[in-house]
């Protein structure tokens, strides 16, 4: 396995019991116990995931996940006593791939954190044709999402929606199928998260202002891929 998880949470308990979990699981493990020694930590062990507590002092973890953001699609899940709607789509606003509310149990995060390294796996190994509609183009086998030749950082969450999207271009996709399509089958059924994966997408593709549009709303019912360029 060899994975490296790294823990960041200023209750130094909740980090040990954490680790003890995880290492018992076979992962490698580091810690921080603020968000500024998180982005270092970040830098110089290159973990392979991230198990992000939002309040911390320094910084916060919604700061380090918009960081972080800026230059890595390293999966991120935030643990957070807050279990509002608004808490959760804004941890997904900012690139999580998932979020999980205090108190859960050791394995479920366990559960979460597997599924989430065997999905970016197996797209790491997965060879196929580019997908190209426009000034868009997506290469699965590097992850690769680029427009009008410019790179786009997208999570591994929204890069799995986008890629599962344009390889079925006109297929309207409900929720629920895109949660299955980029979690493996494993969510809490919290379909809302994928109005704000969506919202990334298109916003990073160039936003409101761009000469191309490439998902469409389709109401009552999801989204559909469908490059178009406006009129």
Request: contains cysteine; charged residues 35%.
């Amino acid at each position: 396995m060899n994975e490296r998880v790294l823990i960041v949470d200023d209750e130094k308990k909740m980090v040990r019991l954490i680790r003890t979990c995880l290492q018992k699981e076979g992962y490698l493990t580091c810690e921080a116990y603020d968000g500024e020694a998180a982005l270092e930590v970040f830098d110089l062990e290159k973990p392979d995931i991230v198990v992000l507590d939002v309040m911390m002092p320094r910084l916060n973890g919604l700061e380090f996940c918009s960081r972080v953001r800026a230059g890595s699609t390293t999966p991120i899940i935030i643990l957070s006593a807050r279990s509002e709607e608004d808490d959760k789509l804004t941890g997904l606003d900012l690139g999580a791939d998932d979020y999980l509310t205090k108190p859960f149990s050791m394995h479920e995060l366990v559960a979460r954190i597997r599924a989430l390294l065997r999905r970016r796996k197996m797209l790491e190994h997965v060879e196929r044709d580019v997908l190209a509609a426009g000034p868009l183009s997506i290469e699965a086998d590097e992850r690769r999402v680029t427009v009008g030749g410019d790179e786009v950082a997208l999570t591994a969450t929204e890069f799995e929606m986008l890629a599962s999207m344009a390889a079925h271009a006109g297929r309207v996709y409900t929720r629920q199928e895109l949660l299955e399509e980029s979690r493996d089958d494993f969510f809490e059924g919290y379909e809302r998260t994928v109005d704000a994966h969506v919202g990334n997408i298109r916003r990073k593709l160039g936003g409101p202002d761009a000469e191309w549009t490439f998902i469409e709303t389709v109401h009552g019912v999801g989204y559909r891929f469908n490059a178009k360029k406006k009129a």
